[in-house]
């Protein structure tokens, strides 16, 4: 994966080193670079960023007061901090605030390399962890969470897909095929019963010859799966 990153010094020489050492790291896309905290911040706010290469002693916002306020803002994206300093006094703070590696000045670019690459690691894990664990789906013309434990069953019909979840949740409704559904599922946790169904397996709460019921819902299981259903099911 391609990290999206920005580059944080109020002095301009390395902040020169930090954006040439950016561009020549093939998985890392450097999206702004900034002279104060403040632009920086303004920044993370408008767009995903993963990585921050950040100075600490800067005007007005320094670096370890940016970090503090990214560690407790929300988004879409964990933005990671690498702090780049030429003073070692900041090293337990930077653990404080969860930094991901600490970079004394002046460092090489093979130093560099391997702090950008434990953020390779961290953020490859997290997504594939992510997608153990949930999907994201688009309704109303959002990007919407839906983890895998909560899933009742998925229903299709005509363009639309209808996600049941556990009370108290709503369904979420989202224009896709079931088929583009049925690929971001784990098969360990869902089975497609009918064409026009799938099931979350472990909240099955009865088993027919024809049909399984969740909760007060009786879904019937199609021709074409039925041989599937049976093998998986034990019946």
Known sequence: MKLNCITVDDEPPALGL????????????????????????????NQPIH?????????????????????QTNSLV????????????????????????YLMKPFSYEEFLRAATKGKN????????????????KSDYRLIRVDFDSILYIESFKDYVKIHLTAPAAP????????AIEDKLPPSKFLRIHRSFIVAIHKVDSI????????KTTLSVGDLYKDAFKELMGV
């Open 51 to 71: 990585l921050v290469f950040l100075d600490i002693q800067m005007p007005d916002l320094n670096g370890m007061e940016l970090a503090r306020i990214i560690s």
């Open 78 to 101: 964990q933005t990671r901090i690498v702090f780049t300093t030429a003073y070692n006094q900041f090293a337990v703070e930077g653990y404080k605030v969860d930094a991901l590696d």
């Open 208 to 215: 027919s010859r024809n049909a399984v019921s969740i909760g």
């Open 122 to 137: 961290h953020f490859e894990l997290a997504e594939n962890n992510l997608q153990d664990n949930c999907m994201f789906v």
């Open 18 to 45: 930090l954006n040439t050492f950016v561009v020549q790291t093939p998985f890392l896309n450097l999206t702004g670079q900034y002279a104060n905290g403040v632009e920086a911040l303004q920044a993370i706010h």
């Open 172 to 179: 979420i409704i989202t224009l896709s095929r079931l088929k």
